[in-house]
């Protein structure tokens, strides 16, 4: 099978801190430009700077002591309107550690590592950069922990180089009582107007000594002004924070079954959410699920066949027999979901789904990457895909063991990959330029 291929060289691999599927952005397309980054070793974050018009790749680093033995801690890199990279990194109930870039479209040169605001930085994960348009520069993130957190947002602007927190959380579960919770969104999808809509589960306590991890349903909320005010998908404004309380639930789940947190969404053609998610189907075994809104209803589907059980428990990071799923849809809103597992021997392959039911055919599917990825997840640039079609995705094999367990250094090979979907399923593949 023929696809574009970029080698990085070799990179950390002894867990998925460079291939979880929450990094937002790991790449991104701004004008003729793709930038990634990844944790080389333990002391260095090597940048990477593609010129998609020229082919000219560009290296750089950013030296340090990082903590890559937590998956948590992941890259996450985005741009502001005035062209100016931002980069954060190393994060699991912790200090926000953030640099912006010294010149516009630049990797060489950073502004020493800081805070932003100042508040609400000393217990972040998970953050999240948004790039709506014609709004400022965003960053999501998680303030707190699993079972006792609030999803906030910070506001650049770039006139005074400052970072502004908005007043209220957007969804929160601190004060819940008796029971604390937290709400774990996925991927946050921007509409071409500059919509933000979100998709989330709740995670509450353990519901017993068995100590399963308990996500409770898929919940959904949306904004026309870049995250100052929320609307259900009904256009009822929404109370600040969203608490389980008030919250939009679009698909119930019950607690303990095995409903995986921190996956994925994209919209269609006339701006409408699809999630990709899985949990457990009617027999009890995970199954990957498609959920969607026509603009009057939500619709479900389950789009896997899976033979085999597993419970998702304990604590930290999980060696998990397949990946979250990705989704991206084209422009005649075709849907493809992007994952790895056992069904698939661990090698990357989409599964295309048609409009407008989006029956599965689950022989309809390619192999994108024609070896075992282990235990990596889908790691894709949303921004070329919305604006070209083209998936590229950040690919290198890793290993994760339960719990944030560590069984010694490795690294391997990573690239970055490109694939035409639309023209792969009708057999009009790219040029192979590795």
Not at 400 to 417: A, P
Request: aromatic share 12%.
């Amino acid at each position: 099978m023929s696809y574009r291929i970029l080698s990085l060289g070799n990179a950390w691999a002894a867990n998925t801190v460079n291939t979880g599927i929450f990094r937002h952005h790991a790449i991104f397309t701004h004008k003729q430009f793709q930038f990634s980054a990844f944790y080389e070793n333990s002391q260095t974050i090597k940048l990477v700077q593609r010129n998609l018009s020229t082919s000219e790749v560009i290296f750089s680093e950013i030296n340090g002591v990082f903590n890559i033995k937590d998956a948590h801690n992941i890259i996450s890199l985005g741009i502001d309107r005035k062209e100016y990279l931002h980069i954060v990194y190393d994060h699991h109930i912790s200090v926000l550690r953030y640099r912006k870039s010294k010149l516009p479209l630049d990797i060489h040169e950073w502004t020493d590592e800081s805070g932003m605001s100042g508040k609400f930085e000393n217990n972040i994960t998970y953050p999240t950069f948004m790039i709506p348009a014609n709004h400022p520069l965003l960053m999501l993130y998680r303030d707190g922990r699993w079972n006792a957190g609030s999803a906030r947002i910070k506001e650049y602007d770039e006139e005074t180089d400052t970072w502004i927190d908005r007043e209220n959380a957007i969804l929160s579960g601190r004060n819940n009582s008796p029971w604390t919770s937290n709400a774990y969104w996925n991927h946050p999808a921007i509409a071409q107007n500059g919509d933000l809509h979100l998709s989330f589960t709740w995670r509450v306590d353990y519901s017993n000594e068995e100590k399963r991890i308990n996500n409770i349903n898929i919940d959904y909320a949306y904004s026309q002004d870049a995250g100052k005010s929320w609307l259900t998908s009904k256009n009822r404004p929404l109370r600040l924070p969203i608490t389980q309380v008030n919250s939009e639930t679009i698909f119930a789940i019950s607690p303990d079954s095995n409903l995986m947190n921190q996956c994925s969404m994209a919209l269609d053609s006339k701006n409408h959410p699809h999630i990709v998610f899985y949990s457990d189907g009617p027999r009890g075994i995970p199954q990957y699920q498609h959920l969607w809104f026509t603009g009057k209803v939500w619709k479900h589907r389950y789009i896997s066949q899976r033979k085999k059980t597993f419970i998702l428990s304990g604590a930290g990071t999980l060696d998990v027999p397949i990946s979250r799923p990705e989704i991206v849809i084209d422009k005649n809103d075709i849907a493809y979901v992007i994952y790895r597992g056992d069904l698939t021997c661990n090698k990357l392959v989409s599964q295309r789904l048609l409009p407008p039911l989006y029956l599965p055919n689950h022989d309809d599917y390619i192999v994108l990457w024609n070896q075992s990825v282990d235990s990596s997840e889908p790691v894709i640039d949303r921004i070329r895909w919305q604006r070209d079609n083209i998936l590229t995705m950040y690919i290198q094999k890793t290993k994760q063991t339960d719990n944030e367990g560590f069984i010694g250094e490795s690294y391997n090979d990573c690239y970055l990959v490109d694939w035409n979907l639309p023209s792969l399923y009708n057999n009009t593949l790219l040029d192979n330029d590795s």
